[in-house]
């Protein structure tokens, strides 16, 4: 198994990062949109909806992906801009407020409809975030994500060599609160190396725990599905690592909130601009 995901990692790895620094809009846009059309395949088989239903999701999903990378608005902006301003908002109160209710009761969605969008809720401000901040910097992506990576990484490693006390028995059995401090620590770490080299504000180190929480989120609802739905992964394209979900399942929580928060002095602009 270890043999199968580190030869999986050796693909995948340069793959994106050639697709990162590589690929010109909107060849990374569609790329992306096809990542994440996957990643909602695999929400809605765990969600339990019927193949026929599937198919109409996934597609009407990926003619609205493909209209807010292409369709240019009233003031020639790709709609995919208003639906940035909209939407990442709206994800950032989906994962401050809904989510750890969500979390805290265990709650059993059997509506297809709220499934459906949470699906959406979860899965397509993580393409909009990729893209936005790729648009920003790759550099800053790929910064930002690795802070996921590093947290996923160390929790995993402390809460194995010391975790005692459960996070999320009910949920995630495998996770402890020794894990979390582990990757607190970690990328606490992580963040003190890059104010020194770039000389940044060490409220870096914050902004990185408050991503780490958020990743963690983000790992425990797609654990909660999949226990709810008896699944171990969310799917198996990637031998040795499951699903496109299993790999980015802390990417859906935290590079939204990344964006929202980055993009904060545009809301605050329109904001000023549409006040009388």
């Not at 790329?31 to 765990?46: F, N, Q, S």
């Not at 401090?181 to 020194?196: D, E, Q, R, T």
């Not at 609802?221 to 979900?245: A, M, T, V, Y």
């Amino acid at each position: 198994m270890l043999k199968t995901r580190l030869i999986t990692a050796a693909i995948l790895i340069p793959a994106f990062l050639a697709a990162l620094f590589l690929l010109r809009e909107p060849y990374w846009s569609l790329l992306m949109l096809a990542g994440v059309l996957i990643g909602l395949w695999e929400w809605a088989h765990m969600a339990g909806f019927k193949p026929a239903v599937r198919y109409l999701y996934i597609t009407a999903s990926a003619i609205a992906g493909v209209f807010l990378a292409f369709w240019h608005g009233p003031e020639n902006a790709f709609m995919q801009e208003y639906a940035l301003y909209w939407g990442l908002p709206l994800a950032a109160a989906f994962w401050i407020v809904l989510v750890p209710i969500w979390l805290w009761r265990r709650t059993r969605v059997q509506n297809i409809y709220l499934m459906m969008l949470a699906g959406w809720w979860i899965v397509l401000p993580l393409w909009l975030a990729l893209v936005s901040l790729r648009a920003l910097s790759p550099w800053l992506l790929l910064f930002i994500m690795l802070v996921v990576w590093i947290a996923d990484s160390a929790a995993y490693f402390a809460g194995k060599r010391f975790g005692k006390r459960k996070l999320a028995v009910n949920i995630s059995p495998g996770k402890t609160w020794e894990g979390v401090l582990g990757a607190l620590v970690v990328v606490s770490l992580y963040g003190a190396a890059l104010c020194i080299a770039f000389d940044l504000n060490a409220l870096l180190i914050v902004g990185f725990w408050i991503l780490t929480i958020f990743s963690i989120m983000g790992d425990l609802l797609e654990s909660l599905i999949k226990r709810q739905g008896g699944f171990k992964d969310s799917g198996n394209l990637l031998p040795g690592h499951g699903g496109i979900l299993d790999r980015v399942d802390g990417l859906t929580s935290s590079l939204p909130m990344a964006a929202f928060f980055l993009h904060l002095p545009l809301y605050y602009q329109a904001w000023m601009y549409s006040a009388p």
